[in-house]
């Protein structure tokens, strides 16, 4: 392991819909995004939800002109996961190599998935055409390793699909475990497997008991006390709540974190600008 860390940042933290009202900027109202800087030049990204548009124009202001390369790894094409992309400015510059990565879904590839989603009349631009041409790979269960961090990944439980990814560095490691429902035995014993003594666990908790409970099976998400269950199984050292729902304030995320914090201590609630160790 290096003498330094990386540092996963959180860039966007909601899920559904961007949610930019003034009771939940504390924590921040971008959908799911976060990033590792290899160095100022070089990133792996999770997901590109809208908190992908200002690292992309934080990086494009400070290397401007420069060759940057990035890593981009899809947990799912869901709209709050990939609407992020065609705001994303390197993008559209020749000089930067990009290489996507995700799964096939429906028989179609990662490149058909998104290029239908990125084209007119849903967006001006066709990402068939961008100046950056992406390279695509399809993910198949084996790990990929860029540098020195090797990115795995599981399968999860959600409509059309979704991956969960553990990125390790040496000794270090973190897993991303977003748009999750618990309750299907054999994926929640595999997640634990797949998080055991993680330094942290990034979790889905979408819903609160009461809503999941009384309207939201089904739908593909899990809860703060899902999470608490699933960090305390798998032996984690940190658990951050994450892909908050779009109508829970700051003050109501607050309260979960303090009832959370009562079963598992080491519990944080994800926001934008944070950063984890790895």
């Not at 553990?166 to 618990?182: F, K, N, P, Q, S």
Request: hydrophobic share 35%.
């Amino acid at each position: 392991m290096g003498s330094q860390p990386y540092q996963l940042r959180f860039w966007g933290v909601r899920g559904t819909v961007p949610s930019p009202s003034a009771d939940k900027l504390r924590y921040g109202g971008n959908t799911s995004c976060l990033a590792v800087a290899l160095d100022e030049r070089e990133h792996i990204i999770l997901d590109c939800g809208t908190g992908i548009r200002l690292l992309g124009n934080g990086v494009r202001q400070a290397t401007r002109d420069a060759r940057n390369r990035f890593h981009l790894f899809f947990t799912h094409y869901h709209f709050d996961h990939v609407e992020g992309l065609p705001l994303f400015q390197p993008l559209y510059d020749s000089h930067t190599s990009i290489t996507i990565y995700g799964f096939e879904s429906g028989a179609r590839s990662v490149r058909e998935i998104l290029e239908a989603l990125i084209r007119p009349p849903y967006f001006p631009v066709t990402l068939a055409d961008v100046p950056s041409r992406p390279e695509y790979v399809s993910l198949d269960g084996t790990p990929r390793t860029i540098r020195d961090i090797t990115v795995s990944c599981l399968p999860l439980n959600h409509p059309d699909g979704s991956l969960s990814f553990r990125l390790e560095r040496g000794e270090r490691r973190i897993v991303y475990a977003t748009d999750h429902e618990h309750g299907n035995a054999e994926t929640d014993r595999a997640l634990i497997e797949f998080s055991r003594n993680a330094d942290s666990l990034i979790y889905d908790a979408t819903y609160m008991q009461a809503e999941y409970e009384s309207l939201r099976r089904g739908w593909g998400h899990s809860t703060w006390y899902a999470a608490v269950q699933t960090a305390i199984a798998a032996n984690v050292g940190q658990l951050v709540l994450f892909h908050h729902h779009p109508e829970h304030t700051d003050e109501e995320l607050e309260r979960v974190l303090a009832i959370a914090r009562e079963e598992f201590p080491a519990t944080e609630i994800a926001r934008e600008g944070l950063e984890l160790p790895l």
